[in-house]
């Protein structure tokens, strides 16, 4: 499931052909990750979800409906394995900073 690909660093004579090439390359990394992703139950694990972020921008360009499927499956595992895992919606040990960051950044 991991993404690995390594491009080579291009250079681009219109603006057009660079946000061309990075929608490229982000519907490309969704298509390999989303069937998996689709298919995992929240692991608990710091910073679990963030990197969905990243396709924010892709979505307002490209209307790709993973995105909203992948993320809403996210937000339903979280609060799934929140219901039984948070105490008051944060990690019953943790620290200040990365205790509340999914609910603060993403999840909420």
Do not use: C
């Amino acid at each position: 499931m991991k993404y690995t690909r390594t491009l080579p660093i291009s250079t681009f004579t219109t603006l057009k052909a660079g946000v061309q090439a990075l929608l490229d390359e982000l519907g490309g990394w969704l298509e390999a990750v989303f069937d998996d992703h689709m298919q995992l139950p929240w692991q608990g694990i710091h910073d679990e979800a963030t990197f969905v972020t990243a396709w924010a921008g892709y979505y307002a360009f490209s209307g790709d409906e993973r995105v909203p499927q992948l993320a809403l499956k996210l937000r339903d595992s979280w609060l799934n394995w929140a219901e039984t895992n948070l105490y008051h919606g944060y990690h019953p040990q943790q620290e200040a900073h990365h205790g509340p960051e999914h609910y603060l950044i993403f999840l909420h």
